[in-house]
């Protein structure tokens, strides 16, 4: 089984808006939270706080821990090709807070846009599922 350790962050505006980035490989989309895999010997606030730059043109300061999400991808489901083992992921997730930069759209990623939005808007957006985990994270769903 290959395991995967990846950071994100649920980062919210004064106006209740939630900062997500648009998700593009594989021939698969949608929105998500910003942020993404560490690094070899990578610390994950490090990771997530990198991450967000990366996808969103933001500097964030990491508030907190809110959980941790496991999963197991099956072989058969996992968006690399041939692959023989399922995949575990481990997703960490942080509260956090914009502390400089300007939004910008990440170039040569994952990650193809990054926008802000209203949580009622959420409903019709096509998302990921990490993003409604992350929001009950939050106490924002």
Excluded: C, K
């Excluded at 610390?43 to 967000?52: G, L, S, T």
């Amino acid at each position: 089984m290959d395991l995967r350790v990846a950071a994100y962050a649920v980062i919210t505006d004064d106006d209740g808006r939630v900062l997500l980035a648009h998700w593009n490989e594989s021939g698969r989309s949608g929105w998500t939270l910003p942020g993404g895999g560490l690094e070899p010997g990578e610390d994950p606030e490090n990771a997530v706080r990198r991450e967000v730059t990366e996808e969103t043109g933001y500097r964030v300061r990491v508030d907190r821990l809110l959980g941790i999400h496991s999963r197991v991808i099956p072989a058969a489901r996992r968006l690399t090709p041939h692959e023989s083992d399922p995949l575990h992921t481990l997703r960490v997730v942080y509260r956090a807070t914009v502390v400089g930069g300007r939004l910008r759209h990440e170039t040569d990623g994952s990650t193809d846009r990054a926008e802000w939005f209203a949580l009622d808007r959420l409903d019709g957006l096509q998302r990921v599922r990490l993003v409604d985990i992350g929001l009950g994270m939050a106490d924002l769903a």
